[in-house]
């Protein structure tokens, strides 16, 4: 049984078809994981921020009183 020119022309044509619905895919699959990378990035970068809070807190805390500190800063809890 021989393909006929028409017949590899559709087959052709078929293939290209399926190609492009695949790298469609990888296109949008490449973007969401863009989009959670760079929203990752800025949680990683606010729990940064947090973290450096929580030790200046800690140490406003548990500053020993002893000690003359130059900060003004101080948290008094009542």
């Known amino acids: 049984m ?3 020119l028409e017949d590899i022309k559709g087959e052709f044509r078929e293939g290209y078809l399926r190609t492009e619905e695949v ?3 990888m296109d949008a ?3 969401r994981l ?3 990378i760079e929203s990752l990035e800025k949680q990683q970068q606010r729990m940064a921020q947090l973290e450096e809070r929580m030790d200046a807190i800690e140490a ?3 500053a020993d009183e002893s000690v003359q500190n130059t900060s003004p800063q101080k948290i008094f809890v009542g």
């Open 60 to 62: 406003a805390l548990y």
């Open 2 to 4: 021989g393909l006929s």
């Open 29 to 31: 699959y490449i973007a």
């Open 23 to 25: 790298l469609s895919g």
């Open 34 to 36: 863009e989009k959670r």
